[in-house]
T-cell receptor, first 111, second 111 residues
Framework: GQQLNQSPQSMFIQEGEDVSMNCTSSSIFNTWLWYKQDPGEGPVLLIALYKAGELTSNGRLTAQFGITRKDSFLNISASIPSDVGIYFCAGQGGSNYKLTFGKGTLLTVNP | NAGVTQTPKFQVLKTGQSMTLQCAQDMNHEYMSWYRQDPGMGLRLIHYSVGAGITDQGEVPNGYNVSRSTTEDFPLRLLSAAPSQTSVYFC??????????FGDGTRLSIL
């Protein structure tokens, strides 16, 4: 089946630093999604990307849909303590609804 | 608008017991799905449904049953619980082509 490689697995940064994480796939996706999960809660959608090459921002977050349709990255600028959590990428291919998730990036921000 | 509601939030079972995890959404979404989340494994798809009366298997369906008698509800059944089914279970829903919305999860322990 489809597999997503998400890196890094974890990051420990100082408040104010910028963060970058990415996902690569062995298959082409039509949609890339980035979710954040806080402890004890379900994943919450951050950014959705629908077109190869698309660059989309949501506040301090910026994500891009790779031109090959096999990768995506998420940047967080000027990190703050509430950015702590697990970030997941997810890809959706073809006409079906199914998502394939990366294994997540655990972000820790030191105040 | 309650979104995706999962019950119970926590459950402890003995090996061999059966139980049903409930999921309900009030957004009239045609697509609903169940995932399990295990440390280091990300979210893995168990079963999904593209509409009332239609269900299909995901990546890890063994040991789980589902049904979709209404648009709103998508229960997940464990017929004979096993310790390997200890996990956090998430339900999600969406319109076709739209990002999935997640519930807050059910934390299940099998002793």
């Amino acid at each position: 089946g489809q597999q997503l490689n998400q890196s890094p697995q974890s990051m420990f940064i100082q408040e104010g630093e910028d963060v970058s994480m990415n996902c690569t796939s062995s298959s082409i996706f039509n949609t890339w999604l980035w979710y954040k999960q806080d402890p004890g809660e379900g994943p919450v959608l951050l950014i959705a990307l629908y077109k190869a090459g698309e660059l989309t921002s949501n506040g301090r977050l910026t994500a891009q849909f790779g031109i090959t349709r096999k990768d995506s990255f998420l940047n967080i600028s000027a990190s703050i303590p509430s950015d702590v959590g697990i970030y997941f990428c997810a890809g959706q291919g073809g006409s079906n609804y199914k998502l394939t998730f990366g294994k997540g990036t655990l972000l820790t921000v030191n105040p | 608008n309650a979104g995706v509601t999962q019950t119970p939030k926590f459950q402890v079972l003995k090996t061999g017991q059966s139980m049903t995890l409930q999921c309900a959404q009030d957004m009239n979404h045609e697509y609903m799905s169940w995932y399990r989340q295990d440390p280091g494994m990300g979210l893995r798809l168990i079963h999904y449904s593209v509409g009332a009366g239609i269900t299909d298997q995901g990546e890890v369906p063994n040991g789980y049953n589902v049904s979709r008698s209404t648009t709103e509800d998508f229960p997940l059944r464990l017929l004979s619980a096993a310790p390997s089914q200890t996990s956090v279970y998430f339900c999600a829903s969406s319109y076709k082509g739209q990002p999935q919305h997640f519930g807050d999860g059910t934390r299940l322990s099998i002793l």
